[in-house]
């Protein structure tokens, strides 16, 4: 058996950061292709889930270690753990972002990365991101518990499917995580995430909830925010 030092450092080595780079930009996919993604993506998440519960069982037993990846009391929440509903990831780049027509609904691309909610019961706990490594669906980080209860939260106010469709967009640069939410017929909006809040300073609600703000209105916060983080990187 591994030693658990040797099993939290991948796991750590594997956690999911918001500032990371951004994988290449996939071009405009079809609803059939996305579908056919989010099976082989699904699978690999429910492969990759049921791996890393029995590793980490083997590992822990069922006192699970502090900085665990997923929101879980103890080891004998593992087992009731199931993957859900799954979306893939979308982008822009900076220079998209910084040129004088920006629009982010229209320059949006998917990157290539899926993630999906990993329940304990009804509850979120966190997301498994997916990626395709040497051709194949593989499970790649797990983690993210908040932006997993994030995603709940807007999906359960604004809907998602039938009248409504939402996209989740990562702006890696700005270290920042929206919902677009487009009603059947209307102008798609964008609900900003905690990443987004905390590296924009955006306003909220004064219950706390998300405000939808069109995209025209994000242009300027994220160019200052991706110019700075541009700049420090040099």
């Not at 879980?72 to 040129?99: E, H, I, K």
């Not at 909830?209 to 916060?221: H, I, K």
């Amino acid at each position: 058996m591994q030693s658990k030092s040797v099993i939290m450092a991948a796991w750590l080595g594997l956690a999911v950061l918001a500032g990371g780079s951004a994988p290449a930009h996939a071009a405009s996919l079809s609803a059939a292709q996305l579908g056919e993604q989010q099976t082989g993506a699904a699978a690999a998440a429910r492969q990759g889930l049921a791996a890393f519960v029995r590793q980490s069982g083997q590992a822990f037993g069922n006192r699970l270690p502090e900085g665990f990846p997923l929101e879980v009391a103890d080891g004998r929440a593992l087992a009731s753990l199931r993957v859900g509903a799954g979306f893939p990831v979308y982008s822009v780049t900076p220079q998209q972002l910084l040129a004088t027509d920006a629009d982010l609904s229209r320059q949006m691309a998917p990157t290539g990365a899926w993630r999906f909610t990993v329940y304990q019961q009804q509850r979120p706990v966190g997301l498994v991101t997916v990626e395709k490594v040497a051709g194949r669906w593989q499970a790649v980080s797990y983690g993210a518990a908040g932006l997993a209860k994030d995603l709940e939260s807007l999906r359960a106010a604004y809907g998602d499917g039938g009248q409504t469709a939402t996209r989740f967009l990562r702006v890696y640069q700005a270290q920042s995580d929206f919902l677009e939410v487009t009603p059947a017929g209307g102008k798609p909006r964008f609900a900003a995430l905690t990443s987004a809040n905390a590296s924009l300073q955006l306003q909220r609600q004064a219950d706390g909830g998300a405000v939808l703000l069109d995209g025209a209105q994000l242009l300027e916060p994220l160019r200052a925010a991706v110019r700075s983080n541009l700049s420090s990187w040099r």
